[in-house]
């Protein structure tokens, strides 16, 4: 296999302070690397490995929720013509704190941005009574997903997802009009990264996304104000934008796959 160039292991198919619509197709458990070293906090906790795996498709924003938008939803893609695949992994903390002096766990978060709303712990307890403990009953919803940029440990710029908010009614509806509802009969086809497995067949079929938050009239917002500088990378191996919160009580190694 030839090398990689800089510029082309550098580049993201995702913008900085640009939202996508995106839809969970995937969620699985990677087994942690056994030779990689401990990692702790600065307190000298143990820092829990980021091993449950999220996979979306994503759409461009303008080109499924833009009234204006003349055409086909556009799907976002690598340079190759295969889809890109927006991924985040996080611990297996479910952890929140309803008062926000606490850090919540990355998981709970995307599960809150998956459904619309804020879940309570018995929420989130039925969701994880599967066989594979992981929230399945999730696949197939959309949601927005706002990128952000932020500093690996090695100082370089990356793209990462940012917050994973819920769709309006109003917006769910248009969605599932132009992209459908449920899981996709088939992953999409896309490069293997990382110590990714194979998938071994369709998913199977689960009941339409409910709407979860209440209808406005504000037309929504296509991106949002350009941040300064993306946090900076506490020293974890490719972290996501938001793992350093100054008010961190859990120590998660919870991050997304950056490009």
């Not at 939202?19 to 969970?24: F, G, K, S």
């Not at 307890?125 to 399945?136: N, V």
């Not at 504000?218 to 934008?241: N, T």
């Amino acid at each position: 296999m030839p090398l990689k160039k800089p510029s082309e292991a550098s580049q993201s198919p995702f913008d900085s302070d640009t939202d996508y619509v995106v839809q969970l197709f995937a969620i699985d458990e990677v087994a942690p690397d056994p030779d990689a070293p401990k990692r702790y906090t600065d307190d000298g906790r143990e820092v829990k490995p980021a091993n449950i795996r999220w996979s979306f498709a994503a759409w461009y924003y303008d080109s499924v929720l833009d009234s204006d938008f003349d055409g086909n939803p556009e799907e976002v893609l690598l340079n190759n013509g295969l889809t890109a695949v927006l991924r985040s992994m996080t611990s297996e903390s479910t952890f929140f704190d309803p008062t926000g002096r606490l850090r919540n766990g990355r998981a709970r978060e995307l599960m809150h941005g998956l459904t619309g709303r804020v879940l309570t712990n018995e929420e989130v307890d039925q969701l994880l009574e599967t066989e594979s403990g992981l929230p399945e009953d999730l696949l197939g919803d959309y949601a927005i997903a706002e990128m952000t940029s932020y500093r690996d440990r090695n100082n370089q710029e990356r793209v990462g997802l940012g917050r994973l908010r819920g769709l309006k009614p109003r917006e769910l509806k248009t969605v599932e009009k132009k992209l459908g509802s449920g899981v996709m009969n088939e992953p999409p086809p896309v490069a293997s990264t990382r110590q990714e497995r194979i998938d071994d067949g369709p998913q199977p079929p689960r009941r339409a996304q409910q709407p979860r938050l209440p209808e406005t009239n504000g037309r929504p917002a296509e991106s949002r104000p350009v941040q300064q500088e993306g946090p900076s990378d506490p020293g974890a191996d490719d972290p996501g934008p938001d793992i350093e919160r100054q008010a961190a009580n859990v120590a998660d190694d919870d991050n997304d796959i950056p490009f």
